[in-house]
């Protein structure tokens, strides 16, 4: 058995829990945690998706069937703040993971003067703030490895989207509906940044957190291109946050909202899942389109965003919408695809010579000095006087009870 095989086999035995029930049919969440946004994009019959902070951060997964998930790598290995929500994208033969990295120490830099704003183009908000920085890394392989985080020069806007135009032009969206061009190697920016968007007006009396246009996921079909994004604020009340839809001609817009918005939505805090949002839309091998994106467990919330999935239909208007009557706690046909194996290994025997995928660290240790693994045993450098100052590996919990 190969290390891959005793992985698998391991997952098995820790009844790492499973969205798919063995007889054609699924239930949500298609991945407990790990914690964060989602991203998924479709190479022919397989499936990246991208979900999980921690350090390393950025972890990648990859499955054939939208519902079963096995972890590939962490890509994301030079840290410069935390991670927030990514764009796992394939083009022209490479992988590319557009991200932001937050770190308010790097500070706020005031309004630009008026050569830089003419850089940027109007209209646009032209603060700088450098705690947000745009950064982009690429692999020819999803598992690896992964260049070294390329900073794009965007500060400010968060939750990176990418798109191509039928011209093969590549653009990325941002927060608060603005966008920019890209080179053609996707590696730097290529024209002013500008708003094209200003997001869905939801009616008043929701409780929400805020506006917070954010999270822009396209996608082209029958000669539209489709955006779906989150708005109310991902971290408020139960009933916050939201997906809704948006369509242009052209990837600069004009942008019209659906009219069936929100795609998804918590209604109540009596619902079993609190802050639905941040979808991304996707096609299975069959031509079922779905949505895949978020939410927080009520009464788990210290779990983060789980990763959830639906099935979309297209209206006669050619909308996208979730299929009416459906919500995220029900029986579900599986997409088409195969199983490849799921979850996140929790038990390690440390029989390979690097750490497992499942292991996470303070982004200031050094791990080829802290930790030594291989023939059964780990090593780990003695640091500190207490237990709070020690270096330690960590684990994230998958079960809602659990022992150690």
């Not at 950064?135 to 968060?158: E, F, K, M, Q, T």
């Not at 009340?237 to 942008?255: L, N, Y």
């Amino acid at each position: 058995m190969n290390l891959e095989e005793r992985r698998i086999a391991q997952a098995r035995q820790e009844r790492i829990p499973c969205g798919d029930l063995g007889n054609g049919y699924f239930r949500n969440p298609v991945l407990v945690g790990p914690g964060s946004d989602n991203t998924v994009v479709r190479v022919g019959a397989d499936f990246y998706m991208m979900a999980g902070g921690g350090w390393p951060d950025q972890l990648v997964w990859h499955s054939r069937d939208l519902v079963n998930w096995r972890p590939i790598t962490r890509a994301l290995r030079v840290y410069d703040g935390r991670a927030w929500a990514s764009d796992l994208v394939y083009h022209q033969g490479r992988f590319y993971i557009y991200t932001t990295q937050v770190d308010p120490s790097r500070g706020y830099q005031g309004p630009l003067n008026l050569s830089q704003r003419s850089l940027l183009g109007k209209p646009c908000q032209c603060d700088v703030d450098q705690g947000f920085k745009n950064v982009v890394l690429w692999a020819d392989d999803p598992a690896g490895p992964w260049s070294d985080p390329i900073d794009l020069h965007v500060y400010g806007y968060i939750d990176p989207g990418h798109v191509v135009d039928q011209e093969g032009n590549r653009y990325l969206y941002f927060s608060k509906g603005t966008m920019v061009r890209l080179a053609p190697d996707g590696l730097s920016t290529a024209g002013p940044l500008r708003q094209v968007y200003t997001g869905w007006e939801y009616p008043s009396h929701w409780v929400v957190e805020c506006m917070c246009l954010e999270a822009p996921k396209l996608t082209y079909r029958d000669g539209w291109y489709y955006m779906a994004s989150a708005q109310g604020g991902t971290a408020g009340p139960s009933t916050a946050h939201m997906a809704v839809m948006a369509r242009s001609r052209s990837v600069e817009g004009p942008w019209e909202n659906s009219p069936y918005n929100p795609v998804v939505r918590t209604q109540s805090r009596d619902e079993r899942w609190w802050r639905q949002g941040h979808g991304t839309l996707i096609d299975d091998v069959a031509g079922q389109w779905w949505l895949l994106y978020t939410g927080y467990e009520n009464g788990y919330t210290a779990f983060g965003k789980q990763s959830l999935l639906l099935p979309v239909e297209w209206t006669a208007d050619g909308w996208p919408r979730i299929v009416p009557g459906l919500t995220a706690t029900d029986i579900l046909p599986m997409p088409a695809g195969e199983n490849v194996g799921h979850g996140m290994p929790l038990s390690d025997d440390f029989a390979a010579s690097e750490i497992g995928i499942q292991w996470m660290w303070e982004p200031t240790i050094d791990a080829d000095q802290a930790f030594a693994v291989g023939d059964g045993a780990l090593r780990v450098r003695a640091e500190g006087t207490t237990p709070l100052e020690a270096v330690a590996l960590s684990v994230m919990p998958v079960h809602h009870a659990y022992e150690v």
